[in-house]
């Protein structure tokens, strides 16, 4: 803000929601519900997101035991976590990792462990991840499609991820916010569907990507019974309930038909390979994201000892907003710089322009 760089770090939209969401909102704004709605969820919003899950999870559903609503999938990835983990257990991360995942470990009284994702693909080495869950863990937490690195993980190695978690008894953690932005030839597969998974899996996510509306904090937990218990008293201890108008406005995306999540993919799509041909005109390294809307940057070229101040120099000087990769991983890295592309094309396009002189700017060079 300070240098007025695009800002390409945060992970949100600068685009606005569905006009039929916020129609619906603008028609509930004078006659409510303004008042709690049930902790865990309001009646018709837990059984549309029943129904829409349902379907995409392949598996049934109860809106009335197996739902809790939260605020945000940031309170749901907490509760789910304060509900199965206890001080002293250990808890397996993947590395990169989305930065909450070590802090809602550790406010939990938990030890991570993490398990290296190798570039480009961010594959896993089955010998690594069976030695981590030799170590006993609670529970392991599963990001699919993946922040940072885009990774949207196969149904193989999701099976075996599962074999792991049926023989060592072990809790699978989710967080599947950016369930519907998953490119062609990838496909998403929820680990709850597989077979003896679903008992065993707390699945988080959030309506903030799928429907652009990430300042409305309306995330959900899909769990058995037992577990569901549970967290809806943890929720309720950490926040009582989330926002009962948003809930009601949001019923009317979550009654959306295919065609809105086929526009939603088609659109991230043409989005990413927008910014990817950018980025490959500049000539700088990048993974390509299978998945989600992020983007690891690999900026060795300019030789970084200091990430963070690096990042600080590229919005000073070259007016870009990027997030410093050692936010991410647990390897000392001081290379990486994560973008995103859930921008206007204008805005894309304005950051590709600036980063066009980065060697000039950073450098100079000629760039």
Same mark, same amino acid.
């Given at each position: 803000?300070?240098?007025?760089?695009?800002?390409?770090?945060?992970?949100?939209?600068?685009?606005?929601?569905?006009?039929?969401?916020?129609?619906?909102?603008?028609?509930?704004?004078?006659?409510?519900?303004?008042?709690?709605?049930?902790?865990?969820?309001?009646?018709?919003?837990?059984?549309?997101?029943?129904?829409?899950?349902?379907?995409?999870?392949?598996?049934?559903?109860?809106?009335?035991?197996?739902?809790?609503?939260?605020?945000?999938?940031?309170?749901?990835?907490?509760?789910?976590?304060?509900?199965?983990?206890?001080?002293?257990?250990?808890?397996?991360?993947?590395?990169?990792?989305?930065?909450?995942?070590?802090?809602?470990?550790?406010?939990?009284?938990?030890?991570?462990?993490?398990? /290296?994702?190798?570039?480009?693909?961010?594959?896993?080495?089955?010998?690594?991840?069976?030695?981590?869950?030799?170590?006993?863990?609670?529970?392991?937490?599963?990001?699919?499609?993946?922040?940072?690195?885009?990774?949207?993980?196969?149904?193989?190695?999701?099976?075996?991820?599962?074999?792991?978690?049926?023989?060592?008894?072990?809790?699978?953690?989710?967080?599947?916010?950016?369930?519907?932005?998953?490119?062609?030839?990838?496909?998403?597969?929820?680990?709850?569907?597989?077979?003896?998974?679903?008992?065993?899996?707390?699945?988080?996510?959030?309506?903030?990507?799928?429907?652009?509306?990430?300042?409305?904090?309306?995330?959900?937990?899909?769990?058995?019974?037992?577990?569901?218990?549970?967290?809806?008293?943890? /929720?309720?201890?950490?926040?009582?309930?989330?926002?009962?108008?948003?809930?009601?406005?949001?019923?009317?995306?979550?009654?959306?038909?295919?065609?809105?999540?086929?526009?939603?993919?088609?659109?991230?799509?043409?989005?990413?390979?927008?910014?990817?041909?950018?980025?490959?005109?500049?000539?700088?390294?990048?993974?390509?994201?299978?998945?989600?809307?992020?983007?690891?940057?690999?900026?060795?070229?300019?030789?970084?000892?200091?990430?963070?101040?690096?990042?600080?120099?590229?919005?000073?000087?070259?007016?870009?907003?990027?997030?410093?990769?050692?936010?991410?991983?647990?390897?000392?890295?001081?290379?990486?710089?994560?973008? /995103?592309?859930?921008?206007?094309?204008?805005?894309?396009?304005?950051?590709?322009?600036?980063?066009?002189?980065?060697?000039?700017?950073?450098?100079?060079?000629?760039?």
């Amino acid at each position: 803000m300070k240098y007025g760089a695009v800002n390409l770090s945060q992970g949100f939209p600068d685009f606005e929601p569905p006009a039929e969401i916020l129609n619906r909102l603008a028609q509930i704004a004078p006659v409510g519900p303004h008042q709690y709605s049930l902790t865990w969820g309001a009646q018709n919003f837990r059984e549309a997101l029943a129904e829409k899950q349902s379907k995409y999870m392949g598996i049934p559903i109860d809106p009335e035991k197996e739902i809790v609503v939260t605020c945000g999938s940031t309170e749901a990835m907490m509760a789910a976590m304060m509900t199965v983990v206890n001080p002293g257990d250990k808890v397996v991360v993947f590395s990169p990792f989305y930065e909450n995942y070590t802090a809602d470990t550790v406010l939990s009284g938990a030890e991570p462990i993490y398990v /290296h994702l190798r570039p480009p693909d961010f594959a896993f080495d089955a010998d690594q991840l069976e030695e981590a869950f030799r170590q006993d863990p609670k529970a392991l937490i599963l990001c699919n499609p993946s922040n940072p690195s885009g990774k949207v993980f196969t149904r193989e190695e999701l099976t075996l991820i599962a074999d792991f978690a049926k023989k060592y008894d072990t809790y699978v953690i989710t967080d599947e916010v950016y369930e519907h932005i998953v490119y062609a030839p990838y496909a998403h597969t929820y680990i709850a569907s597989l077979p003896g998974m679903f008992e065993r899996t707390i699945s988080c996510s959030s309506l903030s990507k799928t429907y652009s509306i990430t300042g409305w904090r309306i995330g959900y937990i899909i769990a058995p019974e037992r577990i569901t218990k549970i967290a809806r008293n943890v /929720h309720d201890f950490l926040t009582v309930g989330a926002a009962a108008p948003l809930q009601e406005a949001a019923v009317t995306g979550l009654k959306f038909g295919e065609d809105y999540y086929a526009g939603l993919l088609a659109e991230y799509t043409r989005k990413r390979d927008l910014f990817l041909k950018g980025l490959a005109d500049i000539g700088i390294p990048y993974t390509e994201p299978q998945g989600a809307y992020y983007i690891l940057l690999d900026m060795s070229e300019f030789g970084p000892t200091d990430d963070v101040r690096f990042c600080e120099e590229l919005a000073e000087k070259v007016g870009v907003g990027a997030v410093p990769g050692s936010s991410f991983f647990k390897e000392k890295i001081n290379h990486i710089i994560r973008l /995103h592309f859930a921008k206007k094309d204008e805005t894309l396009i304005e950051a590709l322009n600036r980063m066009q002189h980065i060697r000039t700017k950073l450098l100079g060079g000629c760039g």
